[in-house]
């Protein structure tokens, strides 16, 4: 059986936001080699077949207060349709589990590790609940990563925040740069932002602006740690 066998995942806002080419092929892939059963609010049919729908269920949604709100209504439509299939009150400690809500890029690294990921495992996996892109503040920031894998998920997601918090990503580091993003104190680029005096933060500080809605301040616990004993 697929990663999403028994899935049923309902697609909100899709004809205010059509679904771009590396969302689109993740959602043919999902279905294809998944067993994902997606479902589209813009179809009556698909409205349907979502509140008779039993298992597990998300919906998907893009980020911002838009796309979190109408995902919460369609995961409450779909909850109460359940539980009154089941006779129960939608409060009852009984009832069955509302759906959840989630993002394309939950579905994207989902389908690129062949299974259904944790929600919980990455801010980015759950629609933000502020008005992004850009996030205040972010506007005028140039950011470059450091000591990542170019081929992990952890780089990619840090990347896509950064450009969703609407700050600019960089390869290289030079003066004009305002952030260097990296887990430990080590190496050229480390030593250049110390010599231009550029702060070092962690992912965690990326993350943690995500999910304010804004820029925060640099504490000690997003700050990069010395390098790790050979």
């Known amino acids: 059986s697929g990663y999403y066998e028994g899935w049923c995942v309902l697609q909100v806002l899709t004809e205010q936001r059509p679904a771009g080419e590396e969302l689109a092929k993740a959602l043919r892939d999902a279905q294809h080699f998944g067993g994902l059963r997606l479902l589209c609010d813009s179809v009556h049919a698909d409205l349907r077949a979502w509140e008779d729908h039993d298992g597990p269920a998300a919906v998907l949604a893009p980020h911002g207060p838009t796309g979190r709100s109408a995902a919460r209504e369609a995961a409450r439509a779909q909850h109460h349709a359940a539980c009154r299939r089941l006779g129960l009150d939608p409060s009852h400690p009984s009832s069955p589990p509302p759906p959840q809500l989630a993002s394309m890029h939950w579905l994207i690294e989902s389908v690129g590790a062949g299974e259904a990921l ?113």
């Open 118 to 230: 944790p929600l919980s495992r990455h801010p980015l996996f759950v629609p933000c609940r502020h008005a992004i892109n850009p996030c205040p503040g972010f506007g005028s920031l140039q950011m470059c990563l450091s000591q990542y894998d170019v081929r992990s998920s952890e780089r990619r997601l840090a990347v896509e925040m950064i450009r969703l918090l609407g700050a600019k990503h960089k390869e290289s580091l030079s003066r004009s740069r305002t952030h260097l993003v990296c887990p430990h104190v080590r190496g050229d680029k480390c030593a250049k932002a110390v010599e231009y005096g550029i702060p070092m933060v962690t992912i965690s500080w990326l993350k943690d602006c995500f999910e304010a809605g804004e820029l925060l301040e640099i504490c000690d616990v997003h700050r990069p740690r010395p390098p790790p004993p050979d």
